[in-house]
Nanobody, 119 residues
Framework: QVQLVESGGGLVQPGGSLRLSCAASGTIFGIYVMGWYRQAPGKQRELVATIISSSAMTTYADSVKGRFTISRNNAKNAVYLQMNSLKPEDTAVYYC????????????WGPGTQVTVSS
């Protein structure tokens, strides 16, 4: 079992910045991906960014490329999302994901943290 706790959400003005953190605990082993998804009211949950534990290879949604940066600290079992130049359309609940790829495929989700971008 893996437990995830997000922090860093809040209310910011357009153009502002936030840094989200996700700390994982429990059975951390194997090859895994950590990342961030978000869900706005009335919309489907969508990928924001992911990072592979072993290689640090990253992926980003087109809507956040150049503005958001995902990073990790494997020793701390943590992943971070630096969000700059925030827009109102970034408003959503942001969820941390732990996805084990090997030796067994398992997904774990955090409870989410609210990000609101508004003037």
């Amino acid at each position: 079992q893996v437990q995830l706790v997000e922090s860093g959400g809040g209310l910011v003005q357009p153009g502002g910045s936030l840094r989200l953190s996700c700390a994982a605990s429990g059975t951390i082993f194997g090859i895994y991906v950590m990342g961030w998804y978000r869900q706005a009211p009335g919309k489907q949950r969508e990928l924001v960014a992911t990072i592979i534990s072993s290689s640090a290879m990253t992926t980003y949604a087109d809507s956040v490329k150049g503005r958001f940066t995902i990073s990790r600290n494997n020793a701390k079992n943590a992943v971070y999302l630096q969000m700059n130049s925030l827009k109102p359309e970034d408003t959503a609940v942001y969820y941390c994901l732990f996805r084990r790829e090997w030796p067994r495929e398992d997904d774990y989700w955090g409870p989410g943290t609210q990000v609101t971008v508004s003037s």
